[in-house]
């Protein structure tokens, strides 16, 4: 972008204040427009050319006299003023409107004059506010210009490696363009017969998301790239073929993913719920189009602002001013599109706001090492707080025991495990815990002390035990072995296939040689292995011994660390289906005989069900079963999968088919949970549920209590897609009296009449 006077791009030429001449070369190249206004023989210029005395340049104002557009007109006498001073404002100026946006005029625009700066910052822009505009803070606003997106959203560096202008490499080589050939894809799904969604491993916000030569889908074309999420975009594509198998190529990594039908029929409201400050979460029916449910004028809340709208999966998470806890409001929603372009007019429903405003609560304190205490909140916390060992205290009657360290674990974020110092077995412990925050806007924290006990454990002295019973040879070349162990295993001795001996029990007890180990799985206490051997025989029988299996402690096995096992014809065969379960009707789960490779049982090519299903659109591996999300099936009808490609840890590939009914619903083990209760009237009370509910006519009650008034209402509707149970009981004329505050409790007075009893949920076990 710069040159530089004779002495080229120096130090002092930077610091040099700019002319309107330098200014406008610099947009002329930020246009791509700079070689063509060198060659400019235009008749007309402006009355001052004479003052530049290189010939390209006079050609350049007479390119720019020709173009008013470009944003550099002369002054009413009709000279151009080439090296007249410019400030940031008018630069600034000119480089909005390259990007699109206009200066408001008679009411059109977007943009004031005075506002300039302000605007400019507001798109992405980065203006000084300096009141010398410098030939360096020129090439810093065109720099920030060229990443800036368009009034259309195009990043304009785009356009100019679009039109020729730039070279790609050169973009990524400046900085100008951040590839996302190194940035790792988490999952790949068509959420609509249009719309593909990418998730990453990362936060990509600040990559070009939207240049479509990041991507290639075979077979389809590829319309628009935008960004969803920090860690998703979505990609508009041609139609697809429900059933399809396509691949999506991003750099040098391929992953696949399955077409999807078009459903007809707009989008409704299933759930609306209120659970943290200033927080609606709303929840759809079916996939949503980006645009229209992250646009805030597509909601309203009588009395109540709508400030942000953020989309993910079928929900849709509303920021608001001015939501009140404990009030019922109604949401009303216009013109929001599913996926695939059908239109929800317009819907409202209520709901009730029970913002979490209650600090998190100790939940359970359990040593489980003698040197590891894990601490349980009733709720997710953030890591900050957490890991901070000055909110735990750890005393008993011998004084304090030492903490040494706090890491918060696992997916659900409510769980800390505590390393101490070794503790005293059977000694009776106390944890103090304070300032746990949890992940509410509210950050709601644990002012007061919380304490529950524990007793210490004994130093584990046990050293960890080889399963004899679950010693299995696997195929020709591999056998099962399975270890126990209260402590964690340390992995390295585990997988070291030098800790393993394998003998024949022949007359010659021939030694087979162990070549490798690999691990199947570890959960519960038990870390299940793979040996890999030389060959086995039919009918053998053979001694499998283990050594210097380690447990965290240093607790090594070298007792009963042997067991047998004989190798028949059935074990050499490759994995099948054992049995399956349709667990809903887009869900199917198949357990194997035997462990699979992971990589191969996840990848969905190698799965595909017939009467117009096709490829799965997900597939999930853990521990010998795989579980399939496919298109909706229809309730009773009989389907065949074919699997196809899908090797075992034997490296056996697996050729199998099955047929199943399909069934509509859930399967699911949970009970509904009452969400929260309140009172619509005098005479009408109102159970929320976390899922759609059942209820029996005349049978399922709510028994409400407040001193010695006992009110006992049946349950006579179902509102709100049935999540809510309206209760009353006009026939013996009960009624709430008002002011009073009531309890809901689980049986009356007599014990014979129980609260919700009977209510059931939809899934196909009714839970």
Not at 273 to 291: G, N, P, R
Not at 456 to 476: C, H, I, N, W, Y
Not at 478 to 494: A, G, P, W, Y
Not at 658 to 676: H, K
Request: overall charge negative; aromatic content about 8%; hydrophobic content about 35%.
């Amino acid at each position: 972008m710069l040159v530089g006077d004779g002495g080229g791009v120096t130090e002092e030429y930077v610091q040099k204040e700019m002319d309107r001449l330098t200014a406008a070369i610099s947009i002329l190249k930020l246009k791509g427009l700079y070689e063509e206004a060198l060659r400019y023989r235009g008749t007309r210029n402006f009355t001052d050319k004479d003052e530049v005395k290189w010939p390209e340049g006079r050609n350049i104002m007479a390119y720019l006299k020709d173009n008013p557009e470009i944003g550099f007109i002369g002054d009413d006498k009709g000279r151009f003023l080439p090296y007249a001073k410019i400030d940031e404002q008018s630069y600034f100026k000119v480089l909005l409107e390259t990007l699109g946006y206009k200066q408001i005029r008679s009411g059109e625009g977007d943009f004031h004059w005075e506002d300039t700066l302000e605007f400019a910052s507001h798109i992405g822009l980065k203006p000084s506010y300096k009141k010398v505009f410098t030939i360096d803070l020129l090439a810093k606003a065109t720099v920030s210009a060229l990443k800036a997106k368009t009034k259309d959203g195009v990043r304009y560096i785009n356009i100019l490696i679009e039109k020729g202008a730039v070279k790609k490499s050169r973009a990524i080589a400046a900085g100008l363009l951040n590839s996302l050939t190194d940035v790792k894809i988490k999952s790949v799904k068509a959420v609509g017969n249009t719309v593909v969604e990418v998730v990453f491993e990362e936060d990509i916000s600040y990559y070009d998301v939207e240049d479509l030569y990041n991507y290639e889908i075979s077979g389809l074309n590829i319309k628009s790239a935008y960004l969803v999420r920090k860690d998703a975009i979505r990609l508009e594509t041609s139609a697809q073929s429900s059933g399809k198998l396509y691949t999506l190529t991003v750099g040098d990594v391929k992953v696949k993913f399955t077409g999807v039908a078009k459903i007809s029929g707009s989008p409704q409201i299933r759930t609306v719920k209120s659970e943290d400050i200033e927080t609606v979460v709303v929840e759809f029916d079916k996939e949503l189009d980006y645009y229209s449910a992250t646009d805030v004028s597509n909601y309203s809340i009588s009395g109540v602002k709508i400030r942000d709208a953020e989309l993910e999966g079928k929900k849709v998470t509303l920021t608001t001013q001015g939501l009140q806890a404990r009030k019922q409001y109604t949401l009303k929603v216009t013109n929001i599109k599913s996926v695939d372009g059908s239109n929800l007019r317009s819907s409202s429903k209520s709901f009730y706001t029970r913002p979490d405003t209650t600090a998190p609560r100790l939940k359970d304190v359990k040593a489980e090492t003698n040197q590891r205490v894990v601490v349980r909140f009733t709720e997710p916390v953030t890591k900050e707080s957490a890991e901070d060992l000055r909110n735990y205290y750890i005393t008993s009657s011998n004084g304090e025991l030492e903490i040494w360290d706090a890491k918060l674990v696992g997916e659900d974020e409510d769980t800390v495990e505590l390393t101490t110092e070794p503790q005293k077995a059977s000694t009776k412990y106390e944890l103090t815990v304070q300032n746990i925050v949890d992940k509410t806007k509210a950050a709601n924290k644990m002012e007061r002390h919380a304490r529950k006990t524990f007793y210490g454990m004994r130093e584990d002295k046990s050293a960890p035990v080889m399963l004899k019973d679950q010693l299995k040879v696997l195929s020709r070349n591999h056998i099962q072995v399975v270890f126990s162990d209260s402590s964690r295993l340390v992995e390295e001795t585990v997988l070291d296939a030098n800790n393993y001996e394998v003998v024949n029990n022949n007359k010659y007890k021939d030694s087979i040689y162990v070549e490798s180990v690999e691990k199947i799985s570890y959960s519960g206490g038990k870390y299940k292995v793979m040996l890999r051997v030389e060959d086995l025989e039919i009918n053998s029988s053979y001694t499998v011994t283990a050594y210097n299996i380690e447990d965290e402690f240093g607790n090594v096995l070298e007792k009963n660390n042997s067991g047998t096992v004989r190798a028949s014809r059935d074990d050499f065969a490759a994995a099948t289906v054992e049995k399956y379960n349709v667990i809903s009707g887009n869900k199917l789960e198949i357990h194997f005989t035997k462990p699979l490779n992971k990589e191969s049982a996840g990848d969905i090519s190698n799965y595909e069900i017939n009467n117009g299903i096709g490829t799965p659109i997900e597939a999930k591996y853990e521990d010998c079963v795989v579980t399939l999300e496919t298109a909706e099936m229809i309730e009773g009808k009989v389907y065949r999968v074919y699997i196809d490609g899908v090797y075992d840890m034997m490296d056996n590939r697996l050729k199998l088919n099955f047929e199943f009914r399909a069934r509509a619903g859930e399967n699911d083990e949970e009970s509904p949970r009452l969400e929260y209760v309140y009172a619509l009237n005098k005479y009408v009370v109102a159970a929320v549920f976390d899922e759609p509910v059942l209820y029996k006519e005349g049978t399922t009650a709510l028994v409400l209590r407040s001193n010695k008034d006992e009110v006992i209402l049946y349950a006579k509707a179902l509102t709100d897609d049935d999540t809510t149970i309206e209760f009353s009981n006009l026939k013996e004329g009960e009624y709430l009296k008002e002011g009073v505050l009531y309890t809901v409790v689980k049986a009356d007075s007599k014990g014979q009449i129980k609260s919700l009893e009977d209510v059931e949920d939809r899934t196909v076990n009714r839970n």
